[in-house]
């Protein structure tokens, strides 16, 4: 079965959220005034802007997706008068630690039920190597995060996991650090902090896999519009993907080729997507992205591909479900540990709906083309990324997929039902 509902017109998504958190923690840290256009309006995103003016930075929302941010300098940050709430946002509390790590101060983070469940020990550890004092809950596995920063040191690092938050957490405690911080990565993930650090006049130097920041003592203002962010664009590219007659374009999308891995698994399974008109904006690759419906095939995806499409697996499962054969997707343990086990909440979900499918402990399988038959609820888990999966399955599927919680979705695209509603009326 491919999808039932054939969609055509044109669209543009909200601002890429990891661009925009980084946008706002580093516009803070300059010297001077920055301004950032297309910010992703956003829960996450919010407690990005929360910590940092938290922290002390003036930031003034022009419009929603408009910032105006006083820098206060690298030393200028000030000691939070309360405990910092990163909500739902591991990267707001990840990358953050790496810059309250390097402050002559005591701050405390904490995030909403979802987030006090995930990692940081992989911050932790490298940042306490560096000479941060960090204590968290479970043996400082879990937040809260209790930092008391202070002076570091540059060390380097081998990550064990390819991620970009922990990459970027050392490389902005790096400015603070005594000698270069050298972070290499098993394999390469998302290098939009060190454009933004080499936009911004810092030291950044790349051999291979590995990326190093030299101690700064200024970053230069920022002024960049944020493209598109192209895990939001996924949802609406997969649904006119799997339909044959669907035409859909998709504009200014940002395409960090450290991102585009759903556009090759998706082109692979036969879809038609094509880049146009591409351009590079505030340091960032950008296209409008084109889809024709087709007929799809399954795909095979293994652990050399996974950092490139880390987000948009949910989707992937989607599209899977309407392509022809057993989708694999391995050496992803890593969704285990998002805003939830995505491994297990697709499959849960899925099967739920009758599409037969099955775990591995490192990723899973989707058989298609299959029939969508809801027997009760999906729980999204309170996941935003597995809520829209859900929610464009069924508008794929022309079937009425019931979902928990999608209140969730505003935490990375809110205007993701008006969007989808006017696209399937
Ligand atoms: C992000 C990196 C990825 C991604 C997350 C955003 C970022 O996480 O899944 O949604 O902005 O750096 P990891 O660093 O844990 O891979």
Redesign the pocket.
Known sequence: MSGKTVVRGELSVPGDK?IS?RAVMVAALATGVSRVGGFLHAADTLSTVGMMRALGARIEEVSPTELRIEGLGLRGLVEPADVIDAGNS??TIRIGSGILAAQPFLSVITGDRYLRRRPMGRVIDPLARMGASILGRDGNRLPPLCIRGGPLRGIRYEMPVA????K?SLLLAGLYADSPVTVVEPKR??DHTERMLAAMGAGVARDGNAVTVAPCERLDPLVMTVPGDLSSAAFFLVLAAVTPGSSLTVRGVGVNPFRTGILDVLRGMGADIRQVGERVEGGEPVADLVVQGAELVAARVGPEEVPGL??EVPILCVAAAFAAGRTEIRGAV?LRV?ESDRIAAMVDCLSSLGIPCGEYPDGLWVEGPAGVSPAGPCDSRGDHRIAMSLRILGAAAGVRVEVTDVDCIDTSFPGFQPLLEGLTR
């Not at 991620?163 to 922990?166: I, L």
């Open positions: 990891s958190h591991g990267t991620s970009a938050q922990v970027s993930s998302r880390i987000d890593e998002k």
